[in-house]
């Protein structure tokens, strides 16, 4: 069964950065996918990444691209989401995400079966 949870979630001034980070466990097997969603308060939820257990595949929103960065640490299986240049409309619930069925990891086209619990990012 596999778990994440995340952390970092802060307020930060717009034009800063934050980073946050999902610590993963339980994954049966090597290949699989993780991403970090978000949703703003009356808004949809939207797909900020999609990483896939390769390394290199990664796959970032329009809305984020050039500003957010997301890294892996293989050994602490830890996913982190470097998040420069803040604006407020990045104000939102921020979710970890992973499924680890073995399939491609292309954003918007993968399904998540595991959630964490979120953290929250406010932009002021």
């Known amino acids: 069964h596999v778990q994440l949870v995340e952390s970092g979630g802060d307020s930060v001034q717009a034009g800063g950065s934050l980073s946050i980070s999902c610590v993963a466990s339980?994954?049966?097997?090597?290949?699989?996918?993780m991403g970090w969603f978000r949703q703003a308060p009356g808004k949809e939820r939207e797909e900020v990444v999609a990483?896939?257990?390769?390394?290199?595949?990664?796959h970032y929103a329009d809305s984020v691209k050039g500003r957010f960065t997301v890294t892996h640490d293989n050994a602490k299986n830890t996913l982190t989401l470097v998040m420069n240049s803040l604006k407020p409309e990045d104000t939102a619930m921020y979710y970890c995400?992973?499924?680890?069925?073995?399939?491609?990891?292309?954003?918007?086209?993968?399904?998540?079966?595991?959630w964490g619990q979120g953290t929250q990012v406010t932009v002021s």
């Open positions: 995400a992973a499924n680890d069925e073995g399939i491609d990891c292309y954003l918007g086209s993968w399904g998540p079966t595991y």
């Open positions: 339980g994954f049966t097997y090597g290949r699989y996918c």
């Open positions: 990483f896939g257990s390769d390394g290199s595949t990664k």
